[in-house]
Every structure is written in structure tokens, then in C-alpha cells.
Nanobody, 117 residues
């Protein structure tokens, strides 16, 4: 089992920026892909961005051009740089990891992002 811990959430004004971090820890593991998801009150959890082991990235249309997902393999950490934040970006953001070894999937506990008008 791999543990994921998010950090970096907080309250920002519309137009501001935040950078979320997700650190993976545990015994030896091999990452297939990492991603960020978010869930606003009363809404379904949705994909925000993913990055594969090969460095391929994918973004939700709503965040393209504003958010950037990246990783630091040496630190076993994935980041989400969020710029030009909008009130509709407010949600709990969850880190997701899919692993080749050990085979399976992990979720972080979530970090709150609040955006004021």
C-alpha cells in the first residue's frame, strides 16, 4: 500500500494562485500514473489533471491553460500549479495514484481549496 498526502490548499481570491503537492510514501513502489481530482459540494468528483509515468499529461477542459501538473520523481511528489483561479475551482482536491507495483490504487485525504470573489 502506498500513502498519499496532499498539502498546499487554502483560501485565495479570484485570480490568485496556489500550488498543491502530493507526496507518495511507502515501501518500494512503481507509479503508472498520478492525478488530481476535485469534488465540490453537491457535485460528483471530477478529473482535473493526470500525468503518466512517461510524462504524458491530460487536463479537464475547464482548467486547460490555467493549471499545470508536474512531478519530481526523486521526491516521489506530484504538483498541481493553479493560476487564475476562479470561484468555480473551489473544491476539495484529491491526489490519486495508480501503481504497477504494488498493484493497485491510492487516494489522498484531500485538501480544501477556497476561492473568493
Amino acid at each position: 500500500q502506498v500513502q498519499l498526502v496532499e498539502s498546499g490548499g487554502g483560501l485565495v481570491q479570484a485570480g490568485g494562485s496556489l500550488r498543491l503537492s502530493c507526496a507518495a510514501s511507502g515501501s518500494r513502489f512503481v507509479i503508472n500514473a498520478m492525478g488530481w481530482y476535485r469534488q465540490a459540494p453537491g457535485k460528483q468528483r471530477e478529473l482535473v489533471a493526470t500525468i503518466t509515468s512517461g510524462g504524458m499529461t491530460n487536463y479537464a477542459d475547464s482548467v486547460k491553460g490555467r493549471f499545470t501538473i508536474s512531478r519530481d520523481n526523486a521526491k516521489n511528489t506530484v504538483y498541481l500549479q493553479m493560476n487564475s483561479l476562479k470561484p468555480e475551482d473551489a473544491a476539495v482536491y484529491y491526489c490519486n495514484g495508480r501503481f504497477i507495483f504494488p498493484r493497485g490504487e491510492s487516494w489522498g485525504q484531500g485538501t480544501q481549496v477556497t476561492v473568493s470573489s
